[in-house]
């Protein structure tokens, strides 16, 4: 009688899961040591990171995007498409809703057995509670989230386009983090496209492009000096920067502050902090921190069950009680990725669990197509083209751990030769 081999269910396909489940596939799964099931809602992976490119209409996605189905059955793990609704971890099952195709299809759940669980599913944006922010604000939490924002930019470009006058367009971000940052710069290049591209109702000098900081500075991930700099990079580029200016409530056309002001907003980001999606607020038999995060010990076991780890973004992560937990970066998913293939290893044959040990590298803002700003080893400041390079190459590594270094270096081959007849912006 054969033995069963054992099932590693990983729930969630971004940048730490799916460089999980390939690197376990390839591991283990091609030599059948244990069994790699990889669970998303989605059919297609995007880098996070990129999301405020597809959002400006500077990248497409149907380029970038790997699909799950055809990425599993190359690196050697089961791909399920399916949306987690809870975790029953006393009978050591997840139930799955698979997708609704058609109004006459009624999807039936699904429950997926494990030995060994692991949740990568991410986080969204946190609007805090705050009155309009859901019903009238655009979100880059997705890909299609990301699609959204662009077609609805795109359609106010083409609605100009047929009336008599030209007029203005007032854009509003709120949230100074990396990703308001580097939205706000990527759509200065935007509007400079659509009016080479002959959209010329909405001049590029009548954009107005606003970054709203609850905070005293923008980037406060990031150092002091990087942070000024940064500023004053996007000031050159005629974005606005509110700093101390607490958003109370968003409507349709308005931004409004808790001290009185108001600016007028055609359409508004929110891109003002994380937390862990809302299935989690589901998982009573589990300790969540404050915004849900599922609390995990170093090894990334869950405090609640051995038999599930998490890591990532929804996970609260402390590795020392003097520092606080680890933030939400690709990087930090990256790495825990890598060590959960020999925590998966430990746990196969019965030996201890090894600690996780985060090496921060730094961290990288895009602040246009040929400038960034960051910080290294936590005190080397960087910036211009250099940053960068550094930049476009931590995508260029994510893409070698999921296709590998031949694979990456053809993708990055083909985006240089490509680059000069490609349309600058996405036009429809």
Same mark, same amino acid.
């Given at each position: ?5 054992? =099932? ?10 799916? &460089? ?52 599993? &059955?190359? =690196? ?15 009978? #050591? ?18 429950? @997926?057995? *494990?030995?060994? @669980? ?17 019903? =009238? ?46 939205? /706000? /710069?990527? @759509? ?50 005629? +974005? &606005? +920067? @509110? ?8 409507? &349709? ?21 994380? #937390?862990?999606? #809302? ?10 921190? #404050? ?11 869950? *405090? ?16 020392? /009680? ?82 590998? *270094? ?21 036009? *429809?």
């Amino acid at each position: 009688m054969s033995k069963t081999l054992h =099932h590693i269910v990983i729930v969630g396909g971004g940048a730490g899961g799916l &460089e999980l489940a390939t690197q376990l596939g390839e591991r283990f799964g091609r030599r059948k040591k244990a069994k790699i099931t990889l669970v998303d809602q989605n059919l297609t992976h995007i880098w996070k990171p990129l999301l405020h490119e597809i959002a400006a209409g500077s990248l497409n996605p149907h380029e970038e995007q790997t699909n799950y189905f055809a990425h599993a &059955e190359k =690196h050697h793990f089961e791909f399920v498409l399916g949306t987690l609704i809870k975790v029953n971890k006393d009978q #050591k099952q997840i139930v799955i809703s698979p997708p609704q195709l058609s109004k006459e299809h009624t999807p039936q759940i699904q429950n @997926l057995t *494990y030995d060994t @669980l692991v949740l990568a599913v991410g986080s969204v944006s946190n609007d805090f509670g705050t009155e309009g922010v859901r019903e =009238h604000c655009h979100f880059l939490d997705s890909r299609q989230q990301a699609d959204i924002f662009q077609q609805d930019l795109f359609h106010l470009y083409i609605e100009a386009q047929n009336q008599a006058d030209v007029r203005a367009l007032n854009i509003g971000i709120v949230g100074a983090g990396a990703t308001g940052v580097e939205l /706000a /710069a990527e @759509l200065i290049e935007t509007t400079k496209n659509f009016y080479r591209y002959g959209l010329k109702k909405i001049d590029p000098k009548q954009v107005k492009i606003t970054l709203i900081e609850a905070s005293d500075r923008i980037l406060p991930a990031l150092n002091e000096k990087t942070a000024a700099h940064s500023a004053k990079q996007l000031k050159k580029m005629g +974005i &606005e +920067i @509110l700093t101390q200016h607490k958003v109370q409530k968003v409507d &349709e056309s308005n931004v409004y502050f808790s001290h009185g002001e108001v600016i007028h907003s055609d359409i508004t980001v929110w891109a003002a902090g994380v #937390k862990a999606p #809302k299935v989690l607020e589901s998982f009573e038999d589990f300790k969540r921190d #404050k915004i849900n995060r599922l609390m995990v010990y170093a090894t990334l076991q869950t *405090y609640s069950d051995q038999n599930v780890f998490a890591f990532g973004d929804c996970a609260n992560c402390q590795l020392d /009680a003097r520092q606080p937990p680890l933030g939400p970066r690709a990087q930090v998913a990256s790495q825990q990725a890598t060590f959960l293939v020999d925590a998966m290893a430990a746990r196969i044959a019965g030996t201890p669990q090894p600690m996780f040990s985060f090496n921060d590298k730094g961290s990288l803002v895009s602040l246009s197509r040929n400038q960034a700003v960051g910080e290294l080893l936590g005190d080397v400041s960087v910036q211009g083209f250099i940053a960068k390079t550094m930049y476009v190459a931590l995508y260029r590594l994510h893409q070698a751990n999921i296709h590998g *270094y031949t694979q990456a270096g053809m993708l990055t081959m083909k985006d240089f030769l490509t680059r000069r007849v490609r349309p600058k912006i996405k036009l *429809y």
